[in-house]
C-alpha cells in the first residue's frame, strides 16, 4: 500500500490521539484517589482508630486507619468500624463523631439556597456519638427509619438490627423526626423511633453512661490492654436522677402562670435553675418550706407539701397550716364550729397540694385520682435540686407553667379524705389565696 506525505500525517495524528485517549483512561483507572484529590475537597477527617477503621470511596477503593492520624474524607465515603473497633472523626473543626463497635454509615449532602449545603451522615447500622460547639451546624443523622437535626449538642444516635432507632441527647436539643412527625429532644432524654410511627415522647433519663465508650477515644481512659483489644471505659458515676411525675393524677383545678411572673428580664437568658430559685422564694415568702422536685418530659416539676386551708383557700394559721391532724384544744383564737369538728373528727378540714409544671408539652393529666396518703408523701419523695445537668437547660421561650391544684375534704363525721373535683375555687384563687401570684409580683 502506498501512501502519500499528507496522508501519512494525518494517519499519525489519528493514532496520537487514539492513544493519548487509552493512556486517559488508564490513568483514571488506576491512580483514582490522586484524581479526586486533586479536584474534591475533604469534608472532614479520620482522627483516631482504636482497632481499624475502614474507608470505602465513591470509586469502591477502600482505605484503612489504624492509631492516630489524620485521613481525609469526601462526599460519598462509607465509613465503617468492624465489632472490635471504634474511631473518631472531625467535620470542620467543631463538629466531632464517635463510631462504636459494628457501625457503617455514608456522607452525603444536601444544598439548598436558602441555608447552603447541609451535611448527612447517613447511618445504615450501628452507634454513632456527635457532639458540636459554636451553635447551630447543618448536620444531620439519618437512620432508616428517623433523621436528626443537630441543633448544637451532644448526642448519641443508634440505628438497630430489628429497623428500630434510638436517640437519647446529653446536652442540648436534637430535632428527632420521621415521617410521621418530629419530637424537640433536650438535655438527659431519650427517644425511639420505628417504621411506620412518630418518635416517642422523651423519657428523662441518665444518659450519661451511653457514651462511656468514648472514652478510648478521647483519651479519658486507657484505649488498649495488653491484648491490643478495646477496653471497656469504666463506667462514671450516675447522674442523680429525679423521680417522675407523669403523667400527673388528676387535679381539682389548674392555672397557667404568666412567663413575664417567672421571666421578668425577657432580654436575659434565663436557665431551669433561675425559674426555679424564682419559684422558691415565692414558696417560701409564704411558709411553705422547700419543695419535692420531679422530672417531666421536656422540663421538671416542684411540688409543695400538703397544707390546710380553710374553705375560702387561704392558709389556716401555722400552728394548724401543717398538721393533718388537730388538737382541738390547740385552737386559737376558740371558734365553736371549728373545736366540734375537730373533736368529732379530728383529721376533718380542707387540704391542698400545687404541684408546679414547667414544660412545652402538653399536659394530659392520667385519668387517676390523687390520693392524700400519697400526695402528703409527694414532697419528700421528691429531689431537694434540680441536677446539674438540668439546672443548666435553657428556660426557652416554648415553656409553660402550670399549676396544678389538689383539693382534698376529710368530712367531719370521720369519713376518708376525698379529692374534690372541681374545687370551688379555681386556680387563680387558689394561687391568689396562697399569696404565691403577689410573691411572684402578679
Request: with cysteine; charged share 20%.
Amino acid at each position: 500500500m502506498i501512501f502519500s506525505g499528507c496522508s501519512m500525517v494525518s494517519a499519525a495524528k489519528k493514532w496520537n490521539r487514539q492513544y493519548l485517549f487509552l493512556f486517559t483512561l488508564l490513568a483514571i483507572s488506576f491512580f483514582p484517589t490522586i484524581a479526586r484529590s486533586a479536584d474534591g475537597v475533604a469534608v472532614g477527617f479520620a482522627k483516631k482508630a482504636v482497632g481499624t477503621l475502614v474507608v470505602v470511596r465513591a470509586d469502591g477503593i477502600e482505605e484503612r486507619l489504624s492509631g492516630k492520624g489524620r485521613m481525609p474524607l469526601f462526599e460519598g465515603d462509607v465509613v465503617r468500624t468492624d465489632d472490635n473497633s471504634v474511631a473518631l472523626l472531625e467535620l470542620n473543626s467543631d463538629i466531632q463523631v464517635g463510631l462504636n463497635r459494628s457501625t457503617s454509615f455514608k456522607i452525603v449532602s444536601r444544598w439548598e439556597k436558602a441555608n447552603g449545603i447541609t451535611r448527612i451522615l447517613r447511618l445504615k447500622e450501628g452507634m454513632l456519638w456527635v457532639k458540636t460547639s459554636g451553635g447551630v451546624k447543618q448536620l444531620e443523622v439519618e437512620t432508616p427509619v428517623a433523621i436528626a437535626v443537630v441543633k448544637g449538642t451532644e448526642f448519641i444516635i443508634e440505628a438497630l438490627k430489628d429497623g428500630t432507632s434510638n436517640l437519647k441527647v446529653i446536652e442540648g436539643l436534637v430535632e428527632f423526626g420521621t415521617a410521621f412527625g418530629t419530637c424537640p429532644i433536650r438535655t438527659s432524654t431519650v427517644s425511639h423511633a420505628e417504621q411506620g410511627k412518630k418518635c416517642t415522647k422523651p423519657v428523662v433519663a441518665d444518659v450519661t453512661p451511653a457514651a462511656n465508650w468514648t472514652a478510648a477515644l478521647l483519651d479519658t481512659k486507657a484505649s488498649k490492654n495488653g491484648g491490643g483489644t478495646i477496653a471497656m471505659a469504666a463506667p462514671a458515676p450516675p447522674a442523680p436522677a429525679l423521680p417522675i411525675f407523669w403523667p400527673p393524677p388528676d387535679a381539682s383545678t389548674h392555672q397557667k402562670i404568666p412567663r413575664a411572673l417567672l421571666v421578668p428580664d425577657n432580654t436575659h437568658a434565663q436557665t431551669w435553675a433561675n425559674v426555679a430559685a424564682r419559684m422558691e422564694k415565692a414558696l417560701a415568702k409564704n411558709g411553705y418550706s422547700s419543695p419535692g422536685y420531679y422530672s417531666v418530659p421536656e422540663g421538671f416539676a416542684l411540688i409543695s407539701q400538703l397544707e390546710r386551708i380553710n374553705p375560702d383557700a387561704t392558709p389556716t394559721p401555722p400552728n394548724e397550716r401543717w398538721k393533718i391532724k388537730v388538737d382541738p384544744a390547740s385552737i386559737v383564737p376558740f371558734n365553736l364550729g371549728a373545736y366540734l369538728k375537730a373533736l368529732l373528727g379530728k383529721d376533718a378540714g380542707y387540704f391542698r397540694v400545687i404541684a408546679f409544671v414547667f414544660t412545652p408539652v402538653s399536659i394530659v393529666t392520667s385519668g387517676a385520682e390523687a390520693n392524700i396518703e400519697e400526695a402528703k408523701l409527694w414532697v419528700g419523695q421528691g429531689g431537694t435540686k434540680l441536677p446539674r445537668i438540668l439546672s443548666k437547660q435553657l428556660y426557652g421561650e416554648d415553656m409553660v407553667a402550670t399549676a396544678l391544684i389538689y383539693e382534698f375534704e376529710i368530712p367531719s363525721h370521720g369519713e376518708a379524705a376525698r379529692l374534690n373535683k372541681p374545687s370551688e375555687h379555681n386556680g387563680q384563687q387558689h394561687l391568689k389565696a396562697a399569696k404565691i401570684l403577689q410573691a411572684l409580683g402578679g
